[in-house]
């Protein structure tokens, strides 16, 4: 199963996890995507840890797969 969203800046990226806390900041909620998903899986580079406050997406879509 994967998930993917459209972010607001038009960016299609998976959401990978969505942690409460984490171990870098004093903040709640993070999610975690991956921006070159596309890609096989050994060779994705790109992941960002985001605040679920700024993480905003158009369309949020599950896959299986």
């Not at 993070?30 to 406050?53: H, L, S, T, Y």
Request: net charge positive.
């Amino acid at each position: 199963m994967m998930i993917v969203a459209k972010m607001e800046n038009g960016k299609i990226v998976q959401i990978v996890k969505v942690q409460h806390e984490v171990g870098f900041s004093q903040d709640k909620d993070w999610v975690f995507v991956c921006f070159d998903f596309d890609k096989i899986f050994r060779r994705r580079e790109q992941f960002k840890w985001i605040p679920a406050a700024r993480a905003r997406f158009t369309w949020v879509r599950e896959f299986i797969g």
